[in-house]
């Protein structure tokens, strides 16, 4: 290895990261519409996916990612980076999205449903896929299972929905999520457990009564 090559270490890379993630917040700060764009770029498929899966609208889910995105631009000064702007967006994410069900609740209005007007690069983005090309049945074995999924974490408390999709498919640690969602850490990892025995039943449950 040249002495040119030597590689970080771990703490080394994550310092070097938090350092690139204060320079781009800073320019956006300064009004930079470039490094916004490139903020948005790194975050949005992030934000599209989390919304989806919450609110089982793939219409609603780009509506909504327009007005994470719109308040983080009003309210980045705010940002003392005492977490990833990741994990800050994340909270603002799953913010926006109690608040639209809450909405729904109120007009008696709940428009969660099948995610069937995903376009591909969407859908793209909500697969759990290997990397690979997929075949045609195996694109519908997948999207069946997806579909199920989908459906048995609409059975979910917001609440547990939340955690279990952190954890699950984001793959924060117990510990950011405490973060983004602004609850004892205690309180994810047991919300967290329940989360997942009721996701499981869910599922059973649509297993069993389908024909």
């Given at each position: 290895m040249?002495?040119?090559?030597?590689?970080l270490?771990?703490?080394?890379?994550?310092?070097?990261?938090?350092?690139?993630?204060?320079g781009?917040?800073?320019?956006?700060?300064?009004?930079?519409?470039?490094?916004?764009?490139?903020?948005?770029?790194?975050?949005?498929?992030?934000?599209?996916?989390?919304a989806?899966?919450?609110?089982?609208?793939?219409?609603?889910?780009?509506?909504?990612?327009?007005?994470?995105?719109?308040?983080?631009?009003?309210?980045l000064?705010?940002?003392?980076?005492?977490?990833?702007?990741?994990?800050?967006?994340?909270?603002?994410?799953?913010?926006?999205?109690?608040?639209?069900?809450?909405?729904?609740?109120?007009?008696?209005k709940?428009?969660s449903?099948?995610?069937?007007?995903?376009?591909?690069?969407?859908?793209?983005?909500?697969?759990?896929g290997?990397?690979?090309?997929?075949?045609?049945?195996?694109?519908?074995?997948?999207?069946?299972?997806?579909?199920?999924?989908?459906?048995?974490?609409?059975?979910?408390?917001f609440?547990?929905?939340?955690?279990?999709?952190?954890?699950?498919?984001?793959?924060?640690?117990?510990?950011?999520?405490?973060?983004?969602?602004?609850?004892?850490e205690?309180?994810?990892?047991?919300?967290?457990?329940?989360?997942?025995?009721?996701?499981?039943?869910a599922?059973?449950?649509?297993?069993?009564?389908?024909?």
């Amino acid at each position: 290895m040249a002495a040119g090559d030597i590689a970080l270490r771990p703490a080394e890379a994550l310092a070097g990261g938090a350092s690139l993630e204060r320079g781009l917040v800073e320019e956006c700060c300064r009004g930079d519409a470039q490094a916004f764009a490139r903020l948005v770029a790194l975050h949005e498929g992030m934000v599209f996916n989390l919304a989806a899966r919450l609110l089982g609208d793939a219409e609603e889910a780009r509506d909504l990612a327009q007005e994470v995105f719109l308040q983080v631009y009003r309210t980045l000064g705010r940002f003392e980076g005492r977490s990833t702007l990741k994990t800050w967006i994340y909270r603002i994410v799953v913010n926006q999205c109690r608040n639209r069900r809450r909405w729904w609740r109120r007009r008696r209005k709940d428009r969660s449903r099948s995610l069937e007007t995903l376009t591909r690069s969407e859908e793209e983005r909500l697969a759990e896929g290997s990397g690979r090309m997929e075949g045609p049945d195996e694109r519908v074995e997948r999207r069946e299972r997806a579909r199920a999924v989908q459906s048995a974490l609409q059975r979910l408390s917001f609440g547990h929905r939340a955690v279990l999709l952190l954890r699950e498919v984001e793959g924060l640690s117990c510990e950011e999520i405490a973060a983004a969602l602004a609850l004892p850490e205690g309180t994810v990892k047991s919300r967290l457990s329940r989360a997942r025995e009721s996701l499981r039943r869910a599922l059973t449950d649509g297993k069993e009564a389908a024909p």
